[in-house]
């Protein structure tokens, strides 16, 4: 079973949904079709800190932080966040996962990218998280 297919430019994101699979649930799906890329970006881990260097202490900070680095890297290859197939988030605790999930749901609106939440220990220990992604144009 597919879901609604999606056009950015002229690259073409069709959603799967396989009837033996679980269905998607919050702003994800199980497996993504992409054809007429021409080109793939791959977004190192971007972590919570902002060009001047300062760490926030908390989690909604640290991880709109992210996400505008995320955007910031897209955009230096001339995309945006409709150009994402997959995103990939690493939490330092799962007590963050609710507020994640709300921030990623505002960043992407409509889209959906495939996706995949991993609670595990990060690198430098005032990070909260790390997110990592692949986009398509």
């Avoid at 799967?16 to 998607?24: F, S």
């Avoid at 749901?105 to 998280?129: N, Q, Y």
Wanted: charged content about 20%; proline content about 8%; some cysteine.
């Amino acid at each position: 079973m597919k879901g609604p297919t999606v056009t950015a430019n002229r690259v073409v994101f069709t959603p799967i949904q396989p009837p033996d699979a679980p269905p998607a649930l919050g702003g994800y799906v199980q497996a993504l079709t992409v054809t007429g890329a021409s080109r793939l970006v791959f977004v190192s881990g971007q972590i919570p800190e902002p060009p001047d260097g300062h760490v926030p202490d908390d989690f909604e900070t640290q991880c709109r932080t992210v996400w505008n680095n995320i955007l910031a890297c897209l955009a230096g290859a001339g995309l945006g966040v409709s150009s994402l197939v997959k995103v990939t988030t690493f939490l330092s605790k799962r007590e963050y996962a609710d507020t994640n999930s709300a921030i990623r749901r505002e960043i992407l609106g409509d889209h959906h990218p495939a996706l995949t939440v991993i609670i595990s220990e990060i690198f430098d220990k005032r990070w909260l998280l790390e997110i990592e992604a692949i986009a398509a144009d």
